[in-house]
């Protein structure tokens, strides 16, 4: 039987900026584009955050999102706290599964 999930956290999904043009032709940067979904909070199980600690990896969070919502971001915003995600797991057609780590303070 299915683990019954509650999406009552709300997660800011990055979607990093890109370059347009001005009119005479100079790379202007555009700003991220953030968009807001409720996600289900998650615990990351041991043998995954050994396997990637072994990797350099530091997984903290799972985050559960239901998988439409996705756009292939690699940053998300999760109470005050930004994260790389570090692998996505389609758990099933409807939800997926961002393992996430801090981002350092130095980069």
């Known amino acids: ?5 509650t999406f009552d956290h709300e997660l800011t999904l ?11 032709g100079n790379q202007i940067p555009t700003d ?11 615990s990351v199980g041991r043998t995954e955050f050994y396997n990637a600690a072994a990797n350099g ?3 903290e969070l799972l985050l559960v999102i239901h998988a439409f ?15 790389n995600v570090i692998r996505t797991y389609e758990a099933d057609f409807e939800e ?4 996430c ?7």
Do not use: S
């Open 1 to 5: 039987m299915k683990k019954q999930r």
């Open 69 to 83: 919502e996705y756009n292939g971001e690699r940053k998300v915003m999760f109470q005050g706290v930004t994260y």
């Open 57 to 59: 990896l530091r997984p």
């Open 96 to 99: 997926l599964e961002l393992t």
């Open 32 to 42: 991220p584009i953030e968009t807001t979904v409720l996600c289900c909070l998650d």
């Open 14 to 24: 990055i979607l990093p900026g890109g370059y347009e043009e001005d009119a005479i």
């Open 101 to 107: 780590e801090r981002i350092a303070a130095d980069g």
